[in-house]
């Protein structure tokens, strides 16, 4: 299978370079399934025709994986636990999706299941293999991710000062379906519209539990800022509302 793949990278402090070949990279199969999946709802589709936003940015750090994606419209991170070297792989989006698939664990086997990550050519090749005997390995071409991190804000310094906020709804849907099993288990979606510098509707920070942030682009209003006025049909009674349709069959 092929993947897009980055420069290997350093997350925290550690590289793949010159880490003893004993140390074994492992996590969990449903955390892997976790991390992806949530990054794929924010990848661009194939037809973009831009191959480093149709996949998914992996970054291994010593203690964790974060998977992250983009379209420009929206941006998601997830978190899952992870032991081992830290390193970065692009993997494409069709590859994402075949290691999801893959990933995917009954709930029974979810405590047991483990993935071994095995990184060969200083990053070039990555294979995942899981303790239910199957395997996959991505390699792929060198593509430059946008440096998310940028993007996200770093305090709440831009959050507040605005008025109504405009988001197209299949962009906002995409939050909805983040970590299905903690939203069903009350974990709660935290929204913080923020500000350009100079005073505009900028992006929407989500955070979604503890291990999940993202990125919602405002649409555009149609004058300076989003006006709000409260709809007269509101204030009509059930009476008046109700003989206004009388003569309709």
């Known amino acids: 299978m ?3 793949l980055d420069n290997p990278a350093v997350v925290g402090e550690a590289s793949v370079e010159g880490v003893a070949t004993s140390v074994v990279n492992t996590l969990k199969a449903k955390a892997l399934f976790t991390a992806v999946s949530d990054a794929l709802l924010f990848a661009a589709p194939a037809s973009a025709k ?6 998914v940015r992996l970054e291994f750090g010593v203690d964790q994986l ?3 994606a983009t379209d420009r419209f929206v941006l998601g991170a997830s ?7 830290a390193f970065t792989v692009m993997v494409a989006g069709s590859d994402a999706k075949a290691l999801v698939k893959m990933a995917k664990t009954a709930k029974r086997d979810e405590s047991t299941r483990e993935v071994t ?3 060969a050519d200083a990053g070039a090749q990555v294979t995942f293999r899981f303790t239910t005997g199957e395997a996959m390995t991505v390699r792929g071409l060198d593509v430059q991710f946008p440096k998310w991190r940028q993007l996200l804000p770093a305090d709440a310094s831009r959050m507040g000062g605005i008025v109504g906020m405009g988001y197209t709804p299949a962009y906002l849907k995409r939050f909805t379906q983040v970590r299905a ?3 069903a288990s009350g974990a709660q979606m935290v929204v913080f519209p923020s500000v ?3 005073g505009k509707p900028g992006p929407t920070a989500i955070g979604i539990g503890e291990d999940f942030f993202g990125l919602l682009m405002p649409v ?3 004058g300076d800022e989003w006006t709000f006025h409260r709809p007269s049909w509101l204030d009509e009674s059930a009476s008046v509302a109700v003989s206004g349709f009388a003569g309709v069959r």
Do not use: I, N
């Open 117 to 119: 990550v095995e990184v």
């Open 79 to 85: 978190r899952v636990e992870y032991s081992g070297v």
């Open 50 to 55: 831009l191959p480093f936003l149709e996949a």
């Open 220 to 222: 555009r209003p149609p």
């Open 66 to 68: 974060v998977a992250v």
């Open 181 to 183: 099993d903690e939203q």
């Open 2 to 4: 092929t993947a897009v």
């Open 196 to 198: 350009t510098s100079s």
